[in-house]
């Protein structure tokens, strides 16, 4: 399950980006130079997700292609810090030399490829040598407590001017990232024992926090029989755990999505480049059949309703898709998320 904001291309919220990308500076940084380096870490860290800027209104799915691509690898660390040193030398060189601003400005921008891994969107981290979308799924994209604590610490920092105030900031980072990856384990296992009592064998499974936390998590598997089937899972800590049984679905390939179009039309193209971008978790949207969404991501962790997907005019195969989203929170849904967290019975 992820919920975003007004865009698909949300990152890990850009507040922890920012505070991230100032982080890492401040850490390593001296009480004198700590809030210059606050600075410029801040914008390193935020500067990869310009990549939202690539777009195009004829071709709606570029962006998707592009966001968290070349600008999230890590060979393109020292050339995103470059241009991020380089547009505020004119305003700090009176202060700062370059080799200063770069390194600070280097570091933050470090941190935003990284820190997007760790959600379950996929970063191109290892580009131009691989294509593939790496994602650890160890927490979620908005996380109020992950957030509010690096924030916190962030600003103590810079205020009283502290590298080791934000070296405890990031042994906060690392425990709790380790207890996201800790909790994917635990439901993991629950979901395989889960799949092992149904008869079904599991070809690949996912598992993602649901929004805002690390107790419920979104399992996703795919059968033999090509089916996905979704469950909420909350690993129990002084409760037995809980099992929120959810939905099956049929699986589609490019091919069948693509309903005997020819390879070379735009229609089976943009189809092939969602596949990519879905990790070929496609399947048809259950309230529309023209429809193929991304199968890995819903409202609720139970639920198969998926967030978003491309409309195709199968009338005209040169066209290419539209990009849809399906967001609804409303008081029901937030009231449920809220009693499975807690672990509680559902009405």
């Not at 990308?21 to 210059?36: D, F, V, Y």
């Not at 598997?221 to 099992?243: A, L």
């Not at 999505?257 to 259950?286: C, M, N």
């Not at 449920?336 to 509680?344: E, F, K, T, V, Y």
Request: net charge positive; aromatic share 12%; charged share 20%.
């Amino acid at each position: 399950m992820t919920f975003q904001r007004n865009s698909l291309f949300c990152p890990m919220d850009p507040l922890s980006q920012a505070v991230l990308g100032a982080l890492l500076p401040q850490a390593l940084s001296k009480p004198e130079t700590i809030r210059k380096a606050s600075l410029l870490g801040l914008a390193g860290g935020m500067a990869a997700d310009l990549d939202v800027l690539i777009r195009s209104t004829h071709d709606p799915l570029l962006q998707i292609e592009y966001h968290r691509h070349f600008s999230h690898s890590l060979i393109f660390i020292p050339m995103g810090g470059l241009i991020v040193g380089a547009a505020f030398w004119p305003f700090l060189k009176k202060h700062m030399d370059f080799s200063q601003i770069y390194k600070w400005a280097t570091l933050g921008y470090g941190t935003g490829g990284l820190l997007d891994a760790c959600t379950s969107y996929g970063t191109r981290l290892l580009w131009p040598f691989s294509q593939t979308r790496v994602a650890w799924d160890l927490i979620s994209i908005i996380d109020p407590i992950f957030t509010l604590t690096t924030l916190t610490l962030s600003i103590l920092a810079a205020r009283k001017r502290s590298p080791k105030l934000a070296k405890w900031a990031w042994l906060f980072i690392f425990l709790y990232l380790s207890f996201g990856s800790f909790q994917q384990r635990r439901a993991k296992s629950i979901a395989m024992d889960l799949a092992d009592s149904r008869g079904d064998k599991v070809e690949r499974i996912v598992l993602k926090p649901s929004f805002g936390n690390l107790f419920l998590w979104r399992s996703t598997y795919e059968t033999k029989s090509r089916y996905i089937q979704v469950d909420g899972i909350r690993p129990g800590f002084f409760e037995e755990d809980r099992v929120y049984q959810g939905e099956r679905w049929a699986l589609v390939s490019a091919k069948q999505a693509a309903k005997g179009q020819e390879h070379d039309t735009t229609l089976y193209h943009d189809i092939e480049r969602f596949a990519h971008f879905s990790d070929d978790w496609l399947g048809v949207h259950p309230a529309n059949k023209n429809v193929i969404a991304d199968m890995r991501y819903a409202n609720m962790p139970d639920k198969i309703n998926p967030l978003w997907g491309i409309e195709l005019d199968y009338d005209h195969p040169n066209r290419h898709a539209k990009w849809r989203t399906y967001r609804s929170v409303d008081k029901a849904k937030v009231k449920r998320l809220w009693s499975m967290i807690l672990a509680r019975d559902l009405e």
